[in-house]
Protein backbone atom coordinates (compact mmCIF):
# COMPACT_ATOMS: atom_id res chain seq x y z
CA UNK A 1 0.00 0.00 0.00
CA UNK A 2 1.21 3.37 -0.65
CA UNK A 3 0.93 5.80 1.82
CA UNK A 4 -2.03 8.00 0.97
CA UNK A 5 -3.65 4.55 0.38
CA UNK A 6 -2.72 3.42 4.06
CA UNK A 7 -3.53 6.74 5.20
CA UNK A 8 -6.55 7.09 3.73
CA UNK A 9 -7.47 3.73 5.29
CA UNK A 10 -6.62 4.85 8.66
CA UNK A 11 -8.96 8.14 8.65
CA UNK A 12 -12.02 6.07 7.17
CA UNK A 13 -11.41 3.94 10.45
CA UNK A 14 -11.39 7.21 12.39
CA UNK A 15 -14.30 8.45 11.06
CA UNK A 16 -15.68 4.46 11.19
CA UNK A 17 -14.78 4.26 14.94
CA UNK A 18 -16.19 8.07 16.10
CA UNK A 19 -19.44 6.74 14.15
CA UNK A 20 -19.46 3.59 16.39
CA UNK A 21 -18.96 5.70 19.50
CA UNK A 22 -21.33 8.10 19.14
CA UNK A 23 -24.10 6.22 17.61
CA UNK A 24 -23.95 7.26 13.95
CA UNK A 25 -24.69 5.23 10.79
CA UNK A 26 -21.04 5.64 9.36
CA UNK A 27 -22.51 5.60 5.99
CA UNK A 28 -24.18 8.96 6.69
CA UNK A 29 -20.22 10.53 6.69
CA UNK A 30 -18.17 10.94 3.95
CA UNK A 31 -15.03 12.08 3.59
CA UNK A 32 -13.74 15.26 1.38
CA UNK A 33 -9.95 14.82 0.91
CA UNK A 34 -8.81 18.40 1.26
CA UNK A 35 -5.79 17.99 -1.76
CA UNK A 36 -4.89 22.13 -1.61
CA UNK A 37 -1.16 22.63 -2.73
CA UNK A 38 -1.24 19.03 -3.45
CA UNK A 39 -0.27 18.34 -7.04
CA UNK A 40 -3.05 16.30 -9.64
CA UNK A 41 -0.58 13.63 -9.36
CA UNK A 42 -0.91 13.10 -5.35
CA UNK A 43 -4.99 13.42 -6.06
CA UNK A 44 -4.86 10.39 -8.86
CA UNK A 45 -3.09 8.50 -6.29
CA UNK A 46 -5.69 9.20 -3.63
CA UNK A 47 -8.10 8.58 -6.74
CA UNK A 48 -6.72 5.23 -7.29
CA UNK A 49 -6.27 4.34 -3.68
CA UNK A 50 -10.76 4.85 -4.35
CA UNK A 51 -11.71 8.58 -2.79
CA UNK A 52 -13.85 10.15 -5.02
CA UNK A 53 -14.71 13.65 -3.53
CA UNK A 54 -12.14 16.39 -3.16
CA UNK A 55 -11.63 19.67 -1.91
CA UNK A 56 -9.86 22.49 -3.09
CA UNK A 57 -9.27 26.13 -1.60
CA UNK A 58 -7.55 28.04 -4.40
CA UNK A 59 -9.79 28.89 -7.77
CA UNK A 60 -6.96 28.63 -10.25
CA UNK A 61 -4.98 25.51 -8.76
CA UNK A 62 -8.19 23.73 -8.48
CA UNK A 63 -10.05 24.46 -11.97
CA UNK A 64 -6.15 23.36 -13.50
CA UNK A 65 -6.68 19.93 -11.32
CA UNK A 66 -10.13 19.67 -12.26
CA UNK A 67 -9.27 19.99 -16.19
CA UNK A 68 -6.29 17.43 -16.04
CA UNK A 69 -8.50 14.95 -14.11
CA UNK A 70 -11.51 15.32 -15.95
CA UNK A 71 -11.80 11.74 -17.02
CA UNK A 72 -11.90 10.30 -13.33
CA UNK A 73 -15.05 11.29 -13.05
CA UNK A 74 -14.23 12.88 -9.68
CA UNK A 75 -16.31 15.31 -7.46
CA UNK A 76 -14.41 18.41 -6.91
CA UNK A 77 -15.44 20.52 -3.71
CA UNK A 78 -14.42 24.34 -3.29
CA UNK A 79 -14.33 25.15 0.19
CA UNK A 80 -11.98 28.31 0.04
CA UNK A 81 -12.52 32.37 0.56
CA UNK A 82 -14.77 33.22 -2.12
CA UNK A 83 -14.46 36.98 -4.67
CA UNK A 84 -16.65 37.80 -6.68
CA UNK A 85 -14.62 37.93 -10.03
CA UNK A 86 -13.94 34.40 -9.51
CA UNK A 87 -17.45 33.24 -9.39
CA UNK A 88 -17.65 32.12 -12.91
CA UNK A 89 -14.90 29.74 -13.17
CA UNK A 90 -16.12 28.13 -9.60
CA UNK A 91 -19.55 28.03 -11.15
CA UNK A 92 -18.10 26.43 -14.44
CA UNK A 93 -15.54 24.11 -13.02
CA UNK A 94 -16.70 22.95 -9.35
CA UNK A 95 -19.74 20.70 -8.09
CA UNK A 96 -20.21 22.10 -4.63
CA UNK A 97 -18.91 25.38 -2.94
CA UNK A 98 -19.01 25.22 1.14
CA UNK A 99 -17.52 28.33 1.57
CA UNK A 100 -20.71 30.95 0.56
CA UNK A 101 -21.03 33.51 3.02
CA UNK A 102 -22.96 36.32 1.31
CA UNK A 103 -25.87 37.07 -1.11
CA UNK A 104 -24.29 38.79 -3.23
CA UNK A 105 -21.42 35.44 -3.84
CA UNK A 106 -24.60 33.08 -4.39
CA UNK A 107 -26.06 35.22 -6.79
CA UNK A 108 -22.91 35.26 -8.64
CA UNK A 109 -22.42 32.04 -8.63
CA UNK A 110 -25.99 31.22 -9.30
CA UNK A 111 -26.15 33.24 -12.97
CA UNK A 112 -22.74 31.57 -13.93
CA UNK A 113 -23.40 28.39 -13.27
CA UNK A 114 -24.10 27.08 -16.51
CA UNK A 115 -27.47 25.48 -17.68
CA UNK A 116 -25.79 22.51 -19.35
CA UNK A 117 -24.60 21.63 -16.00
CA UNK A 118 -26.52 20.21 -12.67
CA UNK A 119 -27.22 22.97 -9.96
CA UNK A 120 -24.39 23.95 -7.87
CA UNK A 121 -24.22 21.98 -4.32
CA UNK A 122 -24.05 24.84 -2.01
CA UNK A 123 -23.48 25.24 1.94
CA UNK A 124 -23.22 28.40 3.94
CA UNK A 125 -20.43 28.62 5.44
CA UNK A 126 -20.90 30.09 9.27
CA UNK A 127 -18.66 31.85 11.82
CA UNK A 128 -19.69 29.88 14.82
CA UNK A 129 -16.63 31.37 16.81
CA UNK A 130 -17.70 35.01 16.38
CA UNK A 131 -14.49 36.37 15.65
CA UNK A 132 -14.32 39.39 13.56
CA UNK A 133 -11.49 38.25 11.15
CA UNK A 134 -12.82 35.17 10.11
CA UNK A 135 -15.17 34.64 7.04
CA UNK A 136 -18.85 33.07 6.97
CA UNK A 137 -22.01 34.30 8.08
CA UNK A 138 -22.91 35.40 11.53
CA UNK A 139 -25.30 33.61 13.33
CA UNK A 140 -28.01 36.32 13.48
CA UNK A 141 -27.94 36.64 9.58
CA UNK A 142 -27.79 33.41 8.76
CA UNK A 143 -31.51 32.60 8.45
CA UNK A 144 -32.15 35.14 6.27
CA UNK A 145 -29.35 34.47 4.32
CA UNK A 146 -30.40 30.94 3.66
CA UNK A 147 -33.52 31.53 2.79
CA UNK A 148 -32.81 34.02 0.28
CA UNK A 149 -30.31 31.38 -1.34
CA UNK A 150 -32.65 28.17 -1.20
CA UNK A 151 -34.55 30.42 -4.14
CA UNK A 152 -31.74 30.94 -6.15
CA UNK A 153 -32.53 28.33 -9.85
CA UNK A 154 -28.89 27.22 -10.17
CA UNK A 155 -27.90 26.79 -6.82
CA UNK A 156 -29.29 23.87 -4.65
CA UNK A 157 -28.56 24.37 -0.88
CA UNK A 158 -27.25 21.53 0.77
CA UNK A 159 -26.76 22.78 4.30
CA UNK A 160 -23.75 24.07 6.45
CA UNK A 161 -19.91 24.12 6.63
CA UNK A 162 -17.49 25.62 9.68
CA UNK A 163 -14.58 26.10 10.09
CA UNK A 164 -14.21 26.80 14.10
CA UNK A 165 -11.21 28.22 15.55
CA UNK A 166 -9.01 25.87 16.69
CA UNK A 167 -9.05 24.51 20.31
CA UNK A 168 -7.38 21.27 21.76
CA UNK A 169 -9.95 20.05 24.03
CA UNK A 170 -12.41 17.50 23.01
CA UNK A 171 -15.41 19.36 24.81
CA UNK A 172 -14.59 22.57 23.69
CA UNK A 173 -14.38 21.34 20.06
CA UNK A 174 -17.73 19.68 20.30
CA UNK A 175 -19.56 22.84 21.80
CA UNK A 176 -18.88 24.77 18.50
CA UNK A 177 -19.70 21.86 16.23
CA UNK A 178 -22.79 21.95 18.40
CA UNK A 179 -23.74 25.46 17.33
CA UNK A 180 -23.54 25.01 13.78
CA UNK A 181 -25.68 21.32 13.95
CA UNK A 182 -27.91 23.53 16.54
CA UNK A 183 -28.56 26.25 13.70
CA UNK A 184 -29.27 23.52 11.07
CA UNK A 185 -31.68 21.82 12.90
CA UNK A 186 -33.68 25.46 13.30
CA UNK A 187 -33.38 26.02 9.29
CA UNK A 188 -35.00 22.44 8.97
CA UNK A 189 -37.71 23.38 11.34
CA UNK A 190 -38.25 26.49 9.10
CA UNK A 191 -38.99 24.46 6.36
CA UNK A 192 -35.53 24.29 4.48
CA UNK A 193 -34.82 20.94 3.12
CA UNK A 194 -31.03 20.72 4.25
CA UNK A 195 -28.87 17.14 4.64
CA UNK A 196 -25.10 18.57 4.84
CA UNK A 197 -23.57 19.32 7.91
CA UNK A 198 -19.82 19.81 6.46
CA UNK A 199 -17.41 20.15 9.84
CA UNK A 200 -14.49 18.41 10.99
CA UNK A 201 -10.98 17.88 9.80
CA UNK A 202 -7.55 16.27 10.43
CA UNK A 203 -7.42 17.13 14.44
CA UNK A 204 -10.97 17.24 14.97
CA UNK A 205 -13.08 14.94 13.29
CA UNK A 206 -13.91 13.05 15.81
CA UNK A 207 -16.02 15.71 17.41
CA UNK A 208 -17.54 17.05 14.59
CA UNK A 209 -18.44 13.30 14.31
CA UNK A 210 -20.52 13.51 17.39
CA UNK A 211 -21.94 16.21 16.97
CA UNK A 212 -23.72 15.38 13.44
CA UNK A 213 -21.15 15.69 10.52
CA UNK A 214 -22.18 14.66 7.70
CA UNK A 215 -18.91 15.45 5.38
CA UNK A 216 -15.66 15.90 7.25
CA UNK A 217 -12.73 18.00 5.34
CA UNK A 218 -9.60 16.34 5.59
CA UNK A 219 -6.68 17.20 4.56
CA UNK A 220 -3.16 17.02 6.31
CA UNK A 221 -4.09 13.25 7.40
CA UNK A 222 -4.39 12.18 4.11
CA UNK A 223 -1.57 13.79 2.65
CA UNK A 224 0.72 14.69 5.27
CA UNK A 225 1.78 18.44 6.29
CA UNK A 226 1.31 21.22 3.67
CA UNK A 227 4.01 23.59 2.84
CA UNK A 228 1.96 26.66 2.75
CA UNK A 229 -1.63 26.12 3.75
C1 LIG B 1 -7.21 23.09 4.59
C2 LIG B 1 -8.63 22.92 4.96
C3 LIG B 1 -9.10 21.71 5.48
C4 LIG B 1 -8.20 20.54 5.82
O1 LIG B 1 -7.46 20.82 6.95
P1 LIG B 1 -6.46 19.73 7.58
O2 LIG B 1 -6.16 20.28 8.91
O3 LIG B 1 -5.26 19.68 6.68
O4 LIG B 1 -7.19 18.44 7.63
C5 LIG B 1 -10.45 21.60 5.73
N1 LIG B 1 -11.30 22.62 5.47
C6 LIG B 1 -10.90 23.78 4.96
C7 LIG B 1 -11.89 24.85 4.70
C8 LIG B 1 -9.55 23.97 4.70
O5 LIG B 1 -9.15 25.16 4.23
Given at each position: MTTISANLQAVLARIFAAARKYG????DISLLA??????ASVVREAAVAGQQAFGENYVQEGAAKIAELGSLGLVWHFIGPLQSNKAKQVATA????????RLKIAERLSEQR????APLQVCLQV?????????GTLMDDLSSLAHRVALLPRLKLRGLMAIP????DFAQQRKSFRRLREAFERLKESGLLLDTLSMGMSHDLEAAVAEGASIVRVGTAIFGARSKS
Open positions: RNPDVSKTWPFDWVHSVDPDSLNVSGEKSKSAPVE
